[in-house]
């Protein structure tokens, strides 16, 4: 028995927002990387290699903020964080702020087969990129047009909402205000993630993300924290989340889940909405997916909308978009 689940992102995901041409476009990518996901089980593959396979599809997708198409920072450029859990060791890897490397995805699965460490960032995990030969290429290589122009945008309203300078002249430590949860609602979503559960009854999890739009240099979210962002167990569940980071870090979303389940006997679906619920207590917003041992998924979210796909013994393929779906 499997069970595969991926996002690509929760958020401002409504009819009014997404025409249908762009609906479409995500239908279709969504599932084609579930089938991707769902044959290489159904052939026997692994949870770990599922993962690591459609987000390292959906990395190379320009539609989600992970890999090509990511959000840009407040500096201008692309700072990339992924991470990945293998529930059947609770080994994990994981890498922030990373620039050049192709597939974050695949670096943070190396750092957990070829280093001794959990999470390398910035020039480190560059310069282990360069070490084990991981493919590299320029920043520009991770930036569209359209995500460009949003943070074209986002650097205007930022401008006008809060020069860089106060009233006093001096300058401003924070790069947003307190009215930022319009941008980050607005845009920043597209963050991805797959939880799988393979024939052997083994689970694994995995997120990569280009965090918010218009981040502060430096700034790392949930997804390459082990325990927020990401988590699999076999004793329990494996969990990628996606929203407004800070809140998944502050509630550890993903093992929240896990530990819900393990600690009180929950079921994965309450267990995975009391920790949404967690979330949206603390002010966040966004959304999760998981699977457990017997391959039930969760879906929850918060925000309006989230896209998602999902294949179990019983039940799909599923693609869906919208809150109502
Ligand atoms: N959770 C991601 C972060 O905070 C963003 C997202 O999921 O859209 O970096």
């Known amino acids: 028995m499997h069970a595969i689940c991926l996002h690509g992102g929760a958020g401002a995901i409504t009819r009014e927002i997404i025409d249908e041409a762009l609906e479409a476009k995500f239908r279709a990518s969504l599932g084609r990387i579930l089938q991707a996901g769902h044959e290489l089980l159904a052939g026997g593959g692994s949870a770990l290699d599922a993962v690591a396979l459609v987000v390292g599809l959906l990395e190379e997708d320009p539609l989600y903020n992970a890999g090509v198409g990511a959000n840009v920072s407040a500096a201008g450029e692309c700072e990339l964080d992924a991470s990945i859990m293998d529930g059947r060791t609770l080994a994990a890897g994981a890498v922030a702020g990373v620039r050049t490397v192709?597939?974050?995805?695949?670096?943070?699965r190396a750092v957990m087969e070829r280093s001794s460490h959990v999470l390398l960032t910035g020039a480190g995990a560059e310069e282990f990129a360069a070490a084990i030969g991981e493919e590299r290429v320029e920043n520009a290589h991770f930036q569209t047009p359209f995500r460009r122009a949003q943070w074209a945008r986002v650097q205007e309203l930022e401008q006008a909402a809060a020069p860089a300078v106060d009233a006093a002249g001096r300058p401003r430590v924070t790069s947003y205000t307190a009215d930022d949860n319009v941008f980050f609602r607005e845009l920043s979503f597209g963050t991805v993630g797959c939880v799988a559960l393979d024939a052997r009854g083994n689970l694994a999890a995995a997120t990569s993300t280009g965090g918010m739009m218009n981040k502060r240099f430096g700034r790392v979210g949930d997804s390459p924290?082990?325990?927020?962002?990401?988590?699999?167990?076999?004793?329990?569940?494996?969990?990628?989340?996606?929203?407004?980071?800070?809140?998944f870090v502050r509630a550890a979303a993903a093992h929240d889940v896990a530990a819900r389940m393990e600690?009180?006997?929950?079921?994965?679906?309450?267990?995975?909405?009391?920790?949404?619920?967690?979330?949206?207590?603390?002010?966040?917003?966004?959304?999760?997916?998981?699977?457990?041992r017997t391959g039930r998924v969760a879906l929850p979210f918060n925000s309006a909308g989230m896209y998602r796909a999902w294949q179990t013994p019983t039940d799909g393929p599923h693609v869906a978009l919208f809150g109502d779906e």
Do not use: F, K, M
């Not at 192709?102 to 943070?108: E, G, T």
């Not at 167990?233 to 996606?242: D, G, P, Q, W």
């Open 102 to 108: 192709r597939s974050p995805i695949r670096l943070a």
């Open 225 to 247: 924290l082990i325990g927020a962002g990401t988590y699999a167990s076999n004793a329990s569940c494996a969990v990628s989340c996606t929203g407004w980071g800070e809140y």
């Open 263 to 292: 600690y009180s006997g929950a079921h994965l679906g309450s267990a995975a909405a009391g920790a949404i619920a967690r979330v949206g207590e603390l002010g966040g917003e966004g959304g999760l997916i998981a699977v457990d």
